[in-house]
């Protein structure tokens, strides 16, 4: 790609005008920096003097950082069973609030092995107990859902 005239901005961001694309060149060789183009699609295009290998750099970090912040999206997830004790059931309600208190989605399971499928009916109140205590610190996604063998349901954290 080669310009005649080009916009030029200079170190500091301020405006330098129009000038030919060779005077942008010297001013940016003369400064010890690079010419960036900015935007090729205006008339005329827009260069600027800036150091290219930092705005490389800086583009890096903030993906990274970007990439970092995505992480809230993971779902965890807790298993339940029909017949839980006492103290596994509050064990596993801690670790769902963790996960919550961390800002991460949550998923309750509650398996079902052979005859827990006639007593289908205890399982939901085992669900609708663990929503109760959850509704503090989540929103339900929905109802309980019977897929198979598993009531499932997600929750958003608060």
Same mark, same amino acid.
């Given at each position: 790609m080669?310009?005649?005239?080009?916009r030029?901005? !200079?170190?500091e !961001?301020?405006?330098l005008?129009v000038?030919?694309? =060779?005077?942008?060149?010297? *001013?940016?060789?003369?400064? !010890?920096q690079? *010419?960036? *183009?900015?935007?090729?699609?205006?008339? +005329? +295009?827009?260069?600027?003097?800036?150091?290219? &290998?930092?705005?490389?750099?800086?583009?890096?970090?903030?993906?990274? /950082?970007q990439r970092k912040?995505?992480?809230? /999206?993971?779902?965890?997830e807790v298993? @339940?069973?029909?017949?839980?004790? /006492?103290?596994?059931?509050?064990?596993?309600?801690?670790?769902? $609030?963790?996960?919550?208190?961390?800002k991460?989605r949550?998923?309750?399971? $509650?398996?079902?092995? &052979?005859r827990?499928?006639?007593h /289908?009916d205890i399982? @939901?109140?085992?669900?609708? #107990?663990v929503?109760?205590?959850?509704? +503090?610190y =989540?929103?339900?996604?929905?109802? +309980? #859902? $019977? $897929? &198979?063998?598993?009531?499932?349901?997600?929750? =958003?954290?608060?």
């Amino acid at each position: 790609m080669t310009f005649t005239e080009v916009r030029l901005i !200079g170190l500091e !961001g301020d405006q330098l005008g129009v000038v030919s694309y =060779a005077r942008a060149k010297e *001013l940016a060789q003369e400064a !010890g920096q690079d *010419l960036v *183009l900015v935007s090729d699609r205006s008339t +005329p +295009p827009v260069v600027r003097i800036m150091n290219f &290998g930092k705005l490389r750099y800086e583009q890096k970090k903030n993906l990274k /950082q970007q990439r970092k912040n995505t992480a809230a /999206q993971k779902v965890k997830e807790v298993k @339940f069973r029909v017949n839980i004790d /006492q103290h596994d059931y509050e064990t596993k309600i801690k670790h769902a $609030l963790d996960f919550l208190e961390k800002k991460y989605r949550l998923k309750i399971t $509650l398996a079902m092995r &052979g005859r827990e499928m006639a007593h /289908q009916d205890i399982a @939901f109140e085992v669900i609708r #107990k663990v929503m109760g205590e959850l509704a +503090p610190y =989540a929103d339900a996604d929905g109802q +309980p #859902k $019977l $897929l &198979g063998r598993n009531i499932s349901v997600n929750f =958003a954290p608060k």
